[in-house]
T-cell receptor
Framework: DQQVKQNSPSLSVQEGRISILNCDYT??????FLWYKKYPAEGPTFLIS?????DKNEDGRFTVFLNKSAKHLSLHIVPSQPGDSAVYFC????????????FGQGTILTVHP | DGGITQSPKYLFRKEGQNVTLSCEQN?????MYWYRQDPGQGLRLIYY???????QKGDIAEGYSVSREKKESFPLTVTSAQKNPTAFYLC??????????????????FGDGTRLSIL
């Protein structure tokens, strides 16, 4: 039972354009959502998060949108840069589960110069 | 520099052997976590600890054991009972409850991982 899903295994974008990564979840108890970026043979790096009381959070080039009714979140990267090429994981947790994260399978983003 | 240190980066195990993966953090975080990543998959939770001398099983705890004798250390032992141990293992930490009376959400921060292979 996969509670967090990233249905696109890969995404290819031209430098300077917008990258949109999507994530769906099924557990209504999730109240905190995060995006991580990961390079091969390294640990994930925290990018941005959003609480379920908000529908948008912005940090520089990164914006996360949350649609609770659709149980969907997305990460927008504008403008995309070649250094953004990595695997992106969305994750979700619940206050009731004391911070245990449930991860999606990841989306490989490739930004072409 | 504060951070999470995992060692070794690469580890090889013979059939029937137990091996221990090290995880140390100097972030003064209360909570620590172990995840496993397999190719093409997300991270899956093995064990977690919210406070010293206490830990709980995650989603895939069978064949693994942990200890939390010190706040800064959370070693993971992969036992011979783990039938498919080859994977990338990641340790993480977060503030946890800290000095608060109730838990609040905050991000986990990860080490650079240990890749375990079977000889």
């Amino acid at each position: 039972d996969q509670q967090v899903k990233q249905n696109s295994p890969s995404l290819s974008v031209q430098e300077g354009r917008i990258s949109i990564l999507n994530c769906d979840y099924t557990n209504s108890m999730f109240d905190y959502f995060l995006w991580y970026k990961k390079y091969p043979a390294e640990g994930p790096t925290f990018l941005i998060s959003i609480s379920s009381i908000k529908d948008k959070n912005e940090d520089g080039r990164f914006t996360v949108f949350l649609n609770k009714s659709a149980k969907h979140l997305s990460l927008h990267i504008v403008p995309s840069q070649p250094g953004d090429s990595a695997v992106y994981f969305c994750a979700a947790s619940s206050t009731l589960s004391y911070g245990k994260l449930t991860f999606g399978q990841g989306t490989i983003l490739t930004v072409h110069p | 520099d504060g951070g999470i240190t995992q060692s070794p980066k690469y580890l090889f195990r013979k059939e029937g052997q137990n091996v221990t993966l090290s995880c140390e953090q100097n972030l003064n975080h209360d909570a620590m976590y172990w995840y496993r990543q397999d190719p093409g998959q997300g991270l899956r939770l093995i064990y977690y600890s919210q406070i010293v001398n206490d830990f709980q099983k995650g989603d895939i705890a069978e064949g693994y054991s942990v200890s939390r004798e010190k706040k800064e250390s959370f070693p993971l032992t992969v036992t011979s009972a783990q039938k498919n141990p080859t994977a990338f293992y990641l340790c993480a930490s977060s503030i946890g409850r800290g000095t608060q009376t109730r838990y609040s959400n905050q991000p986990q921060h990860f080490g650079d991982g240990t890749r375990l292979s079977i000889l």
